[in-house]
């Protein structure tokens, strides 16, 4: 089986940010996923996109034994199951609600073999648009949410000829969640090239103003 690695990580990536089931009736992320390409029906589509991954997996040189393990055998259970439920043997299965979409971020970090890192905010103007990126927004009390969210817009806004900004908008779950000032870019939200663990957020320090 031969496998398209970049196109199936952008694939991945479109459909993790989403998170919206997929049926007969559903409209998914449409003509900017990869996999629409081969006219694949929205069952077949993501049946396809967990067989590529576990055919990349195998092949790869393992960055992480234990979690490389768990994650090719959580597609395997997908692939073995028609339906992708009821997988009992699944390790992802304890999560029911969301467990395809764990089990794919997980599989796409690995993929992506490569450590998480905060952008700085000339990468961030410049990245291509409908480019997944890792939203982290700080809180009160030093709180942070992150969400992989779809860059949508990045741009110049002037007003009059003495001043201006530099914004970005993002979409997560199909609905804009953010237009956000680069001037306060890595002192209230900050983006990640991969998704982050909780030891990388905490010890990841933020500017002041």
Request: hydrophobic share 30%.
């Amino acid at each position: 089986m031969k496998v398209d690695k970049e196109k199936l990580i952008r694939t991945m990536e479109y459909c993790t940010a989403d998170i919206t089931p997929v049926d007969e009736n559903d409209e998914c992320l449409g003509d900017v996923c990869p996999f629409k390409e081969g006219g694949y029906e929205s069952g077949d589509c993501q049946e396809n996109m967990i067989r590529a991954a576990l055919a990349l997996l195998k092949e790869q040189e393992p960055r992480d034994g234990a979690e490389r393990e768990k994650v090719i055998r959580g597609l395997e259970a997908c692939v073995h199951n028609q339906h992708l439920m009821q997988c009992e043997s699944c390790p992802y299965h304890t999560d029911k609600a969301r467990c395809l979409t764990t089990l794919m971020r997980d599989a796409l970090d690995l993929l992506r073999e490569q450590e998480a890192r905060v952008m700085d905010e000339d990468e961030v103007f410049v990245t291509e648009l409908s480019t997944v990126l890792y939203l982290e927004r700080r809180r009160a009390r030093e709180t942070t949410r992150i969400v992989p969210a779809i860059l949508t817009d990045h741009d110049t806004w002037s007003y009059g000829q003495l001043s201006s900004y530099r914004y970005a908008e993002f979409v997560y779950e199909g609905k804009l969640i953010d237009h956000r000032d680069l001037a306060t870019y890595g002192v209230t939200w900050r983006c990640w090239t991969s998704r982050p663990t909780p030891e990388q957020m905490r010890d990841t320090k933020w500017e002041e103003l």
